[in-house]
């Protein structure tokens, strides 16, 4: 019998090493195939980049020519460059290939030749001829170029696809070759199995029937049966052997039999026992694991706070208290939540005032006397609990139990106390991403990307509701003369004054933000233009009073110019149209004069 399963047993190892090697193969196979169509990716999206960097740089030039506004061609030689840079790297990804290799260097030839000009004529724009621009632009060559460009590219993009597809193909056929490796290996592996299974079953159904005999007999009271019958296995000889020394050794402890029953039932109320803490530490456990996951997607510090006085009293049930947590300079802890009615100091407590923080480790007093009271409890409590939050070798803050805290309920508190630490700092990350993701770091207001997702939020709510929305473009007068006068600390100085005096001026609904540059944005849902513009005057008229110091010398008085526009149903809903239209109202503030605050041409009509 074991002659015959090793056989088998080896043939299994065959076939299965030979189905592994296959698998391993075909997915080698299958990853080079999937690394083509990456590459193909890239191609793609290099040669749709380089097109697209081109066109933004010919409408920026376009634009600088036909409106002389700088702010137009401010971005054209970046776009030329970013236009250069990818051409060149589309060359470099199709070297492996030769006709798409010279479709990618016939754009790359054609971009650089549009780019010249594209040089040229921003050249003369910076210079002031605006006529030679023009009639460079309008030669039409340039034109040409960008047509040759676009055709260039989109026979290198339709090659391109179609490789793709063909290299889709072959992973697909990579698929189906280790799909049928698949079917076709495992039923011949469940076959071996199968037959190994009867011939071992074959094997020791004799022996196995002989055994079962035997403890029949001993099951019915004869301690004296023997197994005697031959194993013909070297296995089964062992365990008759086992079983016979077994049925010995029984006989030799039936005397003993009242004492053992008497420690088995000791046991059997230690293993009761044991299975009740198991089983409420189980519980405690799915409980804080529900806990954990909530604190974990908590967003706001309310969020935390409501999770806390939820889940805590259900972790340690009759037993008041209140999380603590130390503020950003660590110099005060302050409250987090109570739960179970205990009512607490707001402003909270230093940290020298509780020596669980003091020693790192839980302090507690269970009557009057028995040890030091924290000072923030009071001299009047005779029972509580602090226990110090712990992360990374840090204290981080402090649960303050009203009571005491029982043995059974150790290990509730040390996991309890263990998942709000780890929550803790978590959320303090989220929130410090969050922060920096949306905060333009020099003002501290929101930063444009911020800007623009509230807006086009703003646009829908006010889409479906029917109500007002407003937007402020505004921006500092003359602010190049404090870099040029005093450096570009004392322009960074007048950028966070007039950000302070925006912020403390403006609703706690409206949305302050630092557009670029010197320019910011104000977002003020539920407002028309015209109601804005009178809070906008007394935002300009408390800027201008103002006197900006840095570094010792004062810096002199600043204005700002302000536009308004209000959203319209016909405007894009991306709010680029509603950013335009403010802006056209800040440039016409500027050229009456600055230090104004002026109305879209649409609020103004209707104004009047």
């Known amino acids: 019998m074991s002659h015959r399963i090793v056989v088998l047993c080896g043939i299994l190892c065959v076939v299965m090493v030979l189905l592994a090697g296959l698998l391993l193969d075909g997915s080698a196979q299958m990853r080079s195939s999937l690394g083509w169509v990456t590459h193909s990716s890239q191609v793609l999206k290099t040669a749709n980049r380089t097109l697209g960097h081109l066109q933004e740089a010919e409408s920026g030039q376009r634009g600088y020519v036909l409106t002389r506004n700088p702010e137009f061609g401010e971005t054209v030689a970046a776009e030329i460059a970013a236009a250069k840079h990818e051409a060149a790297a589309l060359v470099n990804l199709t070297a492996d290939n030769p006709p798409q290799n010279e479709r990618a260097r016939q754009v790359r030839a054609l971009v650089t030749e549009r780019a010249a000009s594209l040089e040229k004529s921003a050249a003369m724009t910076r210079a002031g001829d605006f006529a030679g621009a023009q009639a460079s632009t309008a030669t039409g060559r340039g034109r040409y170029l960008m047509l040759m ?45 199968v037959i190994m299974g009867v011939a071992l079953i074959r094997g020791i159904r004799r022996p196995v029937e002989a055994m079962m005999t035997v403890m029949g007999k001993l099951g019915a009271g ?22 016979n020394e077994m049925a010995r050794e029984l006989e030799a402890a039936v005397a003993d039999q009242v004492d053992s029953e008497g420690r088995l039932k000791i046991a059997n109320q230690e293993l009761s026992a044991n299975a009740q803490v198991l089983r409420e530490r189980g519980e405690v456990i799915e409980l804080l694991g529900g806990m954990a996951h909530r604190m974990q997607a908590a967003r706001t510090d309310e969020e935390l706070a409501s999770i806390i006085r939820v889940f805590v009293p259900r972790v340690l049930p009759d037993i008041p208290g209140a999380l603590y947590a130390h503020n950003n300079s660590r110099n005060l802890l302050v409250p987090i939540a ?11 407590f230093a940290p020298d005032q509780c020596w669980a923080l003091r020693r790192g480790q839980s302090h507690y007093v269970t009557e009057q006397g028995s040890d030091i009271v924290c000072a923030h409890v009071g001299a009047e409590a005779d029972h509580y609990h602090c226990e110090p939050l712990l992360a990374g070798g840090e204290v981080i803050g402090v649960l303050y139990l009203r009571g005491v805290v029982g043995a059974e309920n150790r290990f509730r508190l040390t996991v309890l106390t263990e998942n709000i630490a780890s929550a803790l700092v978590n959320h303090r990350l989220q929130r410090g991403l969050r922060e920096q993701t949306i905060r333009d770091p020099l003002t501290s207001l929101f930063n444009r990307r911020y800007m623009e997702e509230t807006l086009a939020l703003e646009i829908a709510r006010a889409t479906r509701t029917g109500s007002p929305l407003s937007l402020v ?20 100085a007048v950028l966070q004054a007039v950000a302070t005096e925006m912020r403390s001026r403006f609703r706690d ?35 201008s009073e103002l006197m900006v110091n840095q570094g010792g010398r004062t810096l002199g008085s600043t204005t700002m110019s302000f536009g308004v526009a209000t959203w319209e149903e016909s405007m894009e809903r991306d709010g680029s149209t509603l950013i335009k239209a403010a802006d056209a109202a800040l440039y016409r503030a500027k050229r009456e004069g600055r230090n104004r605050v002026v109305l879209d041409a649409r609020a103004e009509a209707l104004s009047a």
């Open 338 to 348: 109570a739960w179970g009615g205990l009512e607490v100091e707001q402003a909270g």
């Open 222 to 243: 004869d301690r004296s049966a023997r197994i005697d019958v031959e194993m013909r296995s070297s296995e089964f000889e062992r365990l008759a052997g086992g079983y």
């Open 509 to 543: 609904g409206d949305v302050v933000c630092r557009f670029g540059g010197e320019e910011f944005t104000i977002i003020a849902p539920g407002t028309s233009a015209v109601v804005l513009a009178d809070r906008v005057e007394i935002v300009r008229q408390a800027i």
């Open 149 to 193: 460009v676009e055709a260039r590219v989109g026979d290198l993009l339709a090659e391109e696809r179609s490789l793709s597809v063909e290299r889709m193909g072959a992973v697909e056929r990579r698929l189906n070759y280790i799909r049928w490796l698949v079917l076709l290996g495992t039923p011949l592996t469940v076959a071996i199995i």
């Open 473 to 492: 473009m505004c921006d500092v007068d003359h602010f190049k003369r404090f870099n040029d006068e005093f450096g570009h600390e004392a322009g960074d």
